[in-house]
């Protein structure tokens, strides 16, 4: 006969009461890192669509169209090359397609409030 006390299984999917609570401190780990890149990435985000605001106020001192075809293409296709993963190309692509977007639509805000010729223009 086994002397050693069984491990007693929780609900669901057959975890002992250790392995949950393992299970569940791992989970809140991993989101608090989650926590930690949202902050960078929002950090990050802001100061990118700074650099397209001033991108933007050069366009409209060159007197160039806010939307710049050749250039979304290749600010997709470098995304898409230094992409390591686990997102695919085309997830990748779609993100930054709404990056520009948002860039874009800053960059036009920017623009009417300011005016042609005025200094308060962005760009993606």
């Known amino acids: 006969m086994n002397a050693r006390p069984q491990a007693r299984r929780s609900e669901g999917h057959g975890l002992t009461d250790e392995d949950r609570a393992r299970t569940t401190v791992a989970m809140d780990d991993r989101r608090r890192r989650i926590d930690e890149l949202d902050e960078q990435l929002v950090a990050l985000l802001s100061e990118r669509a700074a650099c397209a605001l001033e991108i933007g106020r050069l366009k409209q001192a060159l ?15 470098h995304v898409r090359a230094i992409n390591p993963g686990p997102l695919d190309g085309d997830a990748m692509a779609r993100l930054f397609e709404r990056i520009i977007d948002e860039a874009r639509r800053l960059e036009r805000i920017a623009h009417d409030a300011d005016g042609p010729g005025g200094a308060g223009e962005s760009a993606g």
Request: charged share 25%.
């Open 63 to 77: 007197a160039m169209e806010i939307y710049q075809p050749a250039r979304e293409r290749a600010v997709l296709a």
